[in-house]
């Protein structure tokens, strides 16, 4: 059996990054809200269950009709399975963290710096150039993102803003680079389907997520009320918003970042979509009743337009 051969479809593969950043403002605004019940591990083991699940019988099913899942060998297969540590188990729990105490539109905002932190680790130990316009779009969007952070509480803002908080997103932001660069460098120079290696980076997570389900008694935010949490959805509720947003954001945004970094020819362009979550969430958030200030709006805006340049300046 061998890897069905890929045809190109350009303008489908932006269209899916724009798609996979919308599926993942709304998924994001729901798990904030999932995050009042159930604490950063428990979420993030219960979503690769799931998630791997339904991945896992799709690859079966294409591996049934002639398509195999992947051609490398069993090391490179390691290296894909430890992106997947990095950026999900690892990457995915911090991100959860920060998300119960800062809120979506915070800690999305914050999580543009992973474009950032890529670029830069690849500079430094891929010895991949830099360009002056990247080097202001790195400023563009580090200002963006911490002049909004910098903002008081105002209204009904969600969340709250403390180091920890930060810590969190920015630990999650560096998982997530490495774990692209791995994965990104092995789809070079290997082939695989877009199911299958996501199937891969989220299957790896299951058993060190379940091995440090304890760990949630660290992580978890005490949700104060001063703090300006959502209110606490019921089981019931949480439970249809934890399938939506799972089968949106975990299944559906990462094969369609996959389908995107196979088809989409202008991969700087691509990358910019697949950053716009921030902007997205906006609306979103407010029409749940959260204060957004035209200081949120701007700097958000500001960041994505850093990112971009980041990308389309990439040399």
């Given at each position: ?14 269209v ?65 399975a ?19 105490r ?11 710096i ?13 010895h ?48 997530q ?8 460098s092995?789809?070079k ?11 891969l ?35 019931r509720?949480?439970?249809?918003m ?14 369609l ?46 960041a ?11 040399g």
């Amino acid at each position: 059996m061998l890897l069905a051969e890929t045809v190109r479809y350009p303008a489908l593969g932006l269209v899916a990054a724009t798609t996979a950043s919308l599926f993942w403002a709304f998924s994001v605004v729901m798990h904030r809200r999932i995050g009042r019940i159930m604490p950063p591990v428990r979420l993030n083991a219960t979503k690769v269950v799931y998630a791997a699940t339904v991945l896992g019988l799709v690859v079966l099913v294409q591996w049934y009709y002639g398509v195999m899942p992947w051609k490398m060998p069993s090391t490179q297969i390691a290296l894909m399975a430890l992106s997947g540590i990095i950026g999900i188990a690892v990457g995915d729990t911090m991100f959860y963290a920060g998300l119960n105490r800062m809120g979506a539109r915070r800690i999305l905002l914050l999580y543009t710096i992973s474009p950032v932190i890529t670029i830069l680790i690849a500079w430094a130990f891929l010895h991949e150039p830099l360009t002056p316009m990247q080097i202001i779009g790195i400023a563009v969007t580090c200002g963006g993102v911490a002049w909004v952070i910098a903002e008081r509480n105002k209204g009904k803002a969600d969340g709250h803003v403390d180091l920890l908080g930060i810590l969190f997103g920015i630990g999650s932001a560096t998982c997530q680079a490495v774990g692209y660069l791995i994965s990104h460098s092995l789809l070079k120079q290997y082939d695989m389907t877009p199911v299958a290696s996501a199937f891969l980076r989220i299957a790896s997570c299951v058993p060190l997520l379940i091995a440090f389900l304890w760990l949630d008694r660290i992580l978890s935010d005490s949700g104060g009320e001063d703090h300006n949490h959502p209110a606490k959805p019921s089981r019931r509720q949480a439970m249809i918003m934890f399938f939506i947003a799972v089968s949106l954001g975990t299944i559906g945004g990462i094969y369609l970042m996959q389908f995107s970094a196979t088809h989409a020819t202008k991969a700087g362009v691509a990358m910019t979509l697949l950053s716009i979550t921030p902007i997205f969430v906006l609306p979103i958030t407010a029409f749940l009743g959260e204060h957004i200030s035209i200081r949120a709006i701007f700097g958000a805006f500001v960041a994505i337009a850093g990112v971009a340049m980041l990308y389309v300046f990439s040399g």
